[in-house]
């Protein structure tokens, strides 16, 4: 008997909204492989640094599209499809919508552009769910507070906010499946709210 497939599940939200923990917990209590959008391949580690280095030179936005572009179809091809292929589960630390609200909604570039710069990059591959962990944007900057910020994060609130909304248009439009939670509680009871939310979409490994 064939085993069953593999599912992918991107957490998504701005900076310092708390997804990164959340990814843990959920791939530790799913059992899946946990990974991170840019850099967890060494071709993804030297994007990162291009990316967000604030001592690297300046990126250009379409550049800059590019590069999460490159770094993303590296993932896929290293980490990604493997794993789905094995039949695990993957939980990963943003995937597509990053790009469309960072690059799309903060940036200004065009959304159809970068849609299909993302399907060309995946080879198609898209979450069987994406967990938006939404914080008001000034709740995840004073979460940042006294830490280094990267390239990204040393944006205005305005970026900040553009991004916020962004993330919230994707997660209301009816074309892909999205599970929204609020973050502002604590690590527990944002961990509990995505915890049923995904065995409610997709059940369990």
Do not use: H, N
């Given at each position: 008997?064939?085993?069953?497939?593999?599912?992918?599940?991107?957490?998504?939200?701005?900076?310092?909204?708390?997804?990164?923990?959340?990814?843990?917990?959920?791939?530790?209590?799913?059992?899946?492989?946990?990974t991170f959008e840019p850099g967890a391949t060494a071709l993804g580690a030297s994007l990162r640094t291009l990316l967000l280095d604030p001592d690297q030179p300046a990126v250009a936005e379409r550049a800059e599209a590019l590069l999460m572009a490159a770094d993303?179809?590296?993932h896929v091809a290293e980490v990604v499809r493997p794993a789905l292929g094995r039949?695990?589960?993957?939980?990963?630390?943003?995937?597509?919508?990053?790009?469309?609200?960072?690059?799309?909604?903060g940036r200004g570039l065009d959304l159809g552009e970068l849609?299909?710069?993302?399907?060309?990059?995946?080879?198609?591959?898209?979450?069987?769910?994406?967990?938006?962990?939404?914080?008001?944007?000034?709740?995840?900057?004073?979460?940042?507070?006294?830490?280094?910020?990267?390239?990204?994060?040393?944006?205005?609130?305005?970026?900040?906010?553009?991004?916020?909304?962004?993330?919230?248009?994707?997660?209301?439009r009816q074309d892909t499946p999205w599970?929204?939670?609020?973050?502002?509680?604590t690590v527990d009871q944002v961990a509990a709210l995505v915890w049923d939310g995904v065995q409610g979409r997709l059940g369990a490994p």
């Open positions: 008997m064939a085993s069953a497939p593999g599912r992918l599940i991107a957490l998504e939200g701005i900076d310092g909204c708390g997804k990164s923990t959340q990814a843990r917990l959920l791939a530790d209590r799913l059992g899946a492989v946990l993303r179809a590296q039949g695990e589960w993957v939980v990963t630390d943003r995937f597509s919508a990053s790009t469309l609200a960072y690059q799309g909604y849609t299909g710069l993302i399907e060309w990059a995946t080879g198609g591959l898209a979450p069987d769910l994406s967990v938006l962990v939404e914080v008001e944007p000034a709740v995840g900057r004073a979460r940042r507070a006294g830490t280094p910020r990267d390239r990204m994060e040393s944006e205005g609130a305005g970026f900040d906010q553009r991004v916020a909304d962004g993330y919230r248009l994707l997660a209301d599970l929204v939670v609020d973050g502002q509680g």
